[in-house]
């Protein structure tokens, strides 16, 4: 752990790019998770007021209900598009760049939230919030595939888990702006909700202080001397010769393949089990329950004797536990390997879900079953964010080459936006449903991503993305050889038990008695013919058993 910590000591500006990605990356995306819970009352409050004053209509709570979901899921949708914009967008114009335009629409968003309740429209924090979400959708992109190609390679798993510990520190940020001693009061609300603007704008002022990346400069635009002295500006005047011919060794492999799209990721058979990978690992993240664990948590409290004024501090409480354990996680991640904390963290959850099942079934009857419920609660949140989430962010990065990474951070956004906007859809009908047995469907989806890690994903570390390749090459080439032997010797089996049916059978009828005095010379024929059959069969049986012997016999 010190080897690692001297090394990115040794990078000074690589710590800097670590903040400064992080203020204006995936922060934005935790912030706006957790912003919307605390000033709730007064935006629906706002939306009534918005009718009466123009149409004289006041609204009825299930319609005003309506409108608060709206603006809450319209964050999702944003999101998706920006997802879906991020490939091309990083394709043409770079990483730095993409990054630093990305900041106008926060500062916007931020705008229109600001003056949201002196114009008297709830329709400015839709957009607002339709802005937002464009960002965090090229930011989950942008800000793992800068940061991570301005980064040595030994120490690329340490930083990789910032983007998870900003996103950690984004919700707890919101947590903390939103209670009423600070930010959720009613005349400070709107600058809860405005409060991206400020990170943003910190963005954008010292970002240009950044080289672009270096991969970018060398093998998206084939600068050689640039990509040297970005190297030298991040990293310390040193030679990186050496990084520099890896490089062109990915440049060479890759030579004259462009940036692939989506769809073409998709379609290509030779990264199957790189893009099957993201795929399960990208949608389990989702589907772990850490949002239904985070909804029980204040029935919990609650059970627990906390009062409801004092809910907020506990579940403030939830929000710091997710953070200092993502710290940790960024503290050994480098001896630990990254499978390692994928595997341990989901079968953690796997474990922690059917208890917290079983404690949330016997609080009603156990007066101290509550607080296990809540020990359990902080030690799902702990394994949540000391594997899956301090891990998944930048594992497109590390399993896909130059040419892929685009499209698989768009993919990986993409599935995260779905599952997010899915979720909030229906775990609402879950809950109302199957009450906390939900999490049993949670628990399958952490148990099957902890076992396809096991046996189907190599450890990364310290390994390029060609490496990587080779690594799931020899993984599974493996299995799927055992798989054509096994299918071959059942198949050679099956055709040798035919023949010697066949031969059984050619043979039993060339032996039948008959009687040569009645029969005549037709019957000496008729047998002739049967002997020379048998001979036949008797041969190919020889030849397709591996003797290759062709000289036939039959039993006279």
Same mark, same amino acid.
């Given at each position: ?76 949708? &944003?999101?998706?598009? *920006?997802? /879906? @914009?991020?490939? #091309?967008? =990083? ?8 990054? !630093? +335009? ?67 520190? &984004?919700?707890?940020? *919101?947590? /903390? @702006?939103?209670? #009423?001693? =600070? ?8 600058? !809860? +909700? ?90 389990? +993240? ?271």
């Amino acid at each position: 752990m010190p080897q690692y910590l001297s090394l990115l000591l040794e990078c000074p500006r690589v710590i800097a790019a670590i903040f400064i990605c992080g203020i204006g990356g995936t922060f934005q995306y935790g912030f706006c998770v957790s912003v919307m819970t605390s000033p709730s009352a007064f935006i629906q409050e706002l939306v009534n007021q918005t009718f009466v004053q123009r149409y004289g209509v006041s609204l009825k709570p299930w319609q005003v209900s309506l409108i608060w979901s709206f603006t809450v899921s319209i964050f999702c949708i &944003g999101g998706l598009l *920006g997802s /879906l @914009l991020s490939s #091309s967008l =990083l394709s043409k114009l770079g990483r730095k760049k993409c990054i !630093l +335009l990305n900041n106008f629409l926060v500062i916007i968003a931020a705008v229109l939230m600001f003056l949201s309740q002196t114009a008297t429209s709830f329709e400015m924090i839709m957009v607002g919030r339709f802005l937002y979400g464009i960002n965090s959708g090229v930011n989950f992109s942008a800000h793992p595939m800068f940061l991570l190609e301005c980064t040595p390679k030994r120490i690329r798993g340490m930083v990789g888990v910032t983007i998870a510990t900003f996103i950690s520190l &984004g919700k707890f940020s *919101g947590q /903390l @702006l939103g209670i #009423s001693e =600070l930010l959720a009061t009613e005349t400070r609300w709107p600058w !809860l +909700l405005g409060f991206n603007g400020f990170a943003a704008l910190l963005q954008l002022l010292t970002l240009p202080l950044l080289p672009e990346s270096p991969s970018v400069l060398l093998l998206d635009q084939g600068n050689r001397q640039a990509c040297e002295q970005a190297l030298r500006k991040l990293w310390g005047d040193k030679d990186y010769s050496g990084v520099v011919e890896e490089m062109l060794e990915e440049k060479a492999a890759l030579q004259s393949v462009r940036s692939h799209s989506v769809m073409e990721l998709f379609r290509n058979q030779g990264i199957r089990w790189q893009r099957l990978t993201l795929i399960v690992v990208f949608c389990a +993240l989702q589907l772990s329950g850490v949002n239904a664990v985070y909804f029980y948590s204040f029935e919990v409290f609650r059970a627990a004797g906390i009062h409801e004024s004092q809910l907020r501090y506990a579940a403030l409480g939830t929000g710091l536990c997710e953070l200092c354990t993502s710290v940790t996680c960024f503290m050994i991640i480098e001896n630990t390997g990254k499978k390692v904390l994928l595997f341990r963290g989901y079968m953690g959850m796997s474990i922690t879900l059917v208890l917290l099942t079983i404690t949330l079934y016997l609080q009603t009857f156990v007066s101290w079953m509550p607080y296990c419920s809540m020990v359990l609660i902080f030690i799902f949140i702990i394994c949540f964010a000391g594997g899956p989430a301090g891990v998944s962010s930048t594992l497109p990065g590390e399993i896909f080459t130059q040419s892929f990474k685009s499209a698989a951070f768009a993919i990986a956004s993409i599935i995260n936006w779905l599952g997010l906007f899915i979720l909030g859809m229906v775990f609402p009908i879950l809950v109302e449903n199957m009450d906390y047995f939900c999490f049993l469907i949670f628990l399958f989806f952490c148990a099957t991503c902890g076992l396809y890690v096991k046996f189907n994903l190599p450890e990364t570390k310290n390994l390029t993305a060609l490496q990587i390749a080779v690594e799931f090459q020899k993984m599974h080439s493996k299995s799927e050889a055992s798989k054509r032997d096994k299918s071959s010797e059942q198949q050679n089996n099956s055709l040798i038990c035919k023949m010697k049916m066949h031969q059984a059978m050619a043979t039993t009828e060339a032996l039948q008695p008959f009687d040569i005095t009645t029969s005549g010379s037709g019957r000496r024929e008729e047998f002739e013919q049967q002997k020379q059959k048998n001979t036949h069969v008797s041969a190919s049986f020889k030849i397709t058993s591996g003797h290759f012997n062709v000289k036939g016999h039959s039993d006279d």
